[in-house]
């Protein structure tokens, strides 16, 4: 027997959104794209203004997010918001996209870079890469079939976990006496630096590490109390990952002035080898394991809430929006989820794909936001609801923010932007294709 997932109960706590929030924010990214961001850097005020900006543009979409979960609680995040805002049609688009390509792409690659670092950890050959890969994605998937106590327990745990290993990096870093002070010049940039340009490029890597903050709302049918604890995990998480970032970054400049990390390409790893020369290495690869495994866990814990939605509402996706009445869980979802990932993980045939999508994405994102302004126009704000802070300049940020760096990818790369077009755009015929197929109940 299985019911929708609505009647799912409402099991997570605040500590479980946050810890989802903060799991799925906190992958590799923090581990090696600095050496992107000190590239784009003149100075070190820049550099460090980078990430400090990048999570305040974040806060803006995260404090959208916060009222429009809390307007609607029910799982599915953006495809949820969508589907109200403009109609099913381009709910449908918006996760065929994001889900069939974007998410499952993310999928693949994180479970890549695990195996990589855990082969690396065991001594493991190239060979077992792949192997590693697929037994990660199962297990973690099995494990979230099973139940939500058990997904949201792996969850906590290593997001715990990849905390203490930041944590251990900033402290290691900040008492271990190797760094200096003279690695903080030039902190002011030459009166010929174009900050705006300058910023605009550290920015496209910084906020890709920043991604992940809107995560909790794709469960948002299972949260307790989400009027409370939705904005608190969405909101508090994000900020708690910039305060980390902000620490992190401090402590690598302080080993790696910026002409030396633009030219490392694994930036903690080289902070660690200067700190422990012998076996700093290692322990980095380590955190990455545990970082990259925390956050495939919460992935594969949201993006099956994501696609049960769709099912919910269309019929060509039907089997996957129920949940077992034994377990609790969108197994259907959560298995198709896994299958898709392991044919990337596999075959690695739609790796350009998921790069053409990033363009609509960001397109996507900015037309959430606008559903703000159509919701409040339409029905007001939402008595008991959360409100936006800075409303109406909080969500504009936020959406100009996204119309910029998708106008910005079309400039750059046109043909890549038209493919993403073009995938997207095969969302249309399935949404006619699932309506000739009749109601989901």
Not at 20 to 44: E, K, M, Q, T, Y
Not at 110 to 129: D, I, K, N, Q, W
Not at 158 to 185: D, E, M, N, R, W
Not at 272 to 287: E, F, H, L, S, T
Request: aromatic fraction near 12%; charged fraction near 10%.
């Amino acid at each position: 027997m299985t019911d929708s997932l609505p009647s799912a109960p409402r099991r997570l706590g605040l500590w479980d959104a946050s810890a989802l929030v903060v799991g799925c924010i906190i992958g590799a990214g923090i581990f090696r794209l600095s050496d992107s961001v000190a590239r784009a850097s003149p100075s070190v005020f820049l550099f460090l203004a980078a990430w400090v900006l990048g999570g305040l543009l974040s806060l803006c979409g995260a404090l959208v997010w916060a009222e429009l979960a809390t307007r609607f609680p029910r799982n599915g995040g953006e495809y949820v918001f969508l589907s109200n805002g403009y109609g099913r049609a381009w709910g449908f688009v918006y996760g065929w996209t994001r889900l069939f390509v974007s998410r499952t792409g993310t999928l693949a690659i994180l479970a890549f870079v695990f195996a990589e670092h855990a082969a690396r950890v065991f001594g493991a050959g190239p060979g077992a890469v792949k192997p590693v890969a697929t037994a990660a994605v199962l297990g973690l998937t099995a494990l979230n079939i099973l139940g939500v106590r058990f997904g949201k327990s792996v969850q906590n745990l290593f997001t715990v976990l990849k905390l203490l290993a930041l944590f251990g990096i900033i402290a290691v870093g900040l008492l271990a006496g190797g760094g200096s002070p003279v690695h903080l010049t030039p902190f002011w940039p030459a009166e010929h630096t174009s900050i705006l340009s300058s910023l605009g490029l550290a920015l496209i890597p910084v906020l890709w590490t920043y991604g992940g903050w809107y995560e909790a709302a794709y469960v948002a049918g299972e949260v307790r109390d989400p009027n409370i604890n939705l904005p608190r995990a969405i909101v508090g998480g994000l900020l708690a990952t910039t305060g980390i970032y902000l620490l992190i970054n401090l402590v690598y400049v302080l080993y790696l002035p910026l002409d030396e990390m633009r030219v490392t390409d694994l930036v903690a790893a080289g902070v660690m080898d200067k700190i422990w020369p012998r076996g700093g290495g290692a322990v980095v690869a380590a955190m990455v394991m545990v970082s990259t495994f925390g956050a495939l866990n919460g992935f594969i814990f949201s993006s099956g809430r994501l696609l049960s939605a769709l099912g919910q509402d269309h019929a060509l996706f039907k089997k996957m929006g129920v949940v077992s009445a034994r377990t609790q869980t969108p197994a259907a979802a959560l298995a198709a989820n896994a299958v898709l990932a392991l044919v990337l993980v596999w075959t690695g045939t739609l790796d350009k794909i998921v790069t053409y999508t990033e363009v609509v994405i960001y397109l996507f994102f900015a037309a959430t936001g606008v559903s703000l302004f159509v919701f409040r126009r339409r029905e007001g704000a939402a008595p008991g609801g959360y409100r936006v802070w800075g409303y109406p300049w909080t969500p504009l940020a936020f959406i100009l923010l996204n119309v910029a760096i998708a106008l910005n990818g079309v400039a750059e790369e046109p043909a890549v932007a038209l493919a993403g077009i073009g995938v997207a755009a095969l969302g249309f015929p399935l949404y006619w294709a699932s309506r000739r197929l009749g109601p989901t109940t």
